[in-house]
């Protein structure tokens, strides 16, 4: 983990940050989809073969909270990453047990914001990527970062 706060000023447009690696295994998913997404092809490995996606899947749910946790190990705001919407979110392909999940966050947008000084909003691309290097989830996110003391 960057151990490194960052702030508004650290987040310039086109800056990408990458990292994170987190495997996806079945009893993972399971353990996961039986609390809070409970549908056979996330909780049961033979049911799951008959589903639309012919094997166990993670739920897309699932996959949002482990981008959250790497969102916030690899992009360390300064006083937690506050949400302020998300612009876009797709899950553009299932996530299989057995993968390997990494995150790619881009910096799109930086704005101070006029009704509180001292913080600004940043537009970030995010995406999870399977072991293959391809998209399962990904999201335009904006989020209130703090500038630094005296602002810009």
């Known amino acids: ?14 800056r990408v940050f990458e ?18 997404d409970p549908q056979p092809f996330h909780t049961d490995e033979e049911a799951a073969k008959e589903s639309f996606f012919g094997e166990l899947v993670a739920s897309g749910w699932h996959t949002a909270a482990v981008t959250m ?3 916030v190990e690899i992009m360390p705001i300064a006083g937690g990453s506050i949400g302020a919407g998300i612009d876009e979110f797709r899950w553009p392909r299932p996530c299989p047990a057995g993968e390997t999940l990494s995150l790619r966050m881009t910096v799109l947008e930086a704005r101070p914001m006029r009704s509180k000084p001292g913080q600004g909003l940043v537009r970030t691309r995010v995406e999870t990527l399977n072991t293959a290097g391809e998209p399962v989830q ?8 703090p500038m630094r003391e005296g602002g810009i």
């Not at 990292?19 to 809070?36: H, N, W």
């Not at 990904?138 to 970062?145: E, R």
Request: charged content about 30%; overall charge negative; glycine content about 6%.
């Open 69 to 71: 946790r790497m969102m």
């Open 1 to 14: 983990m960057n151990e490194r706060l960052l702030y508004f000023e650290d987040l310039t447009p086109g």
């Open 19 to 36: 990292g994170g690696r987190e495997l996806m295994d079945a009893e993972r998913i399971k353990v996961f989809a039986r609390e809070f």
């Open 138 to 145: 990904s999201m335009v996110c904006i989020t209130v970062v």
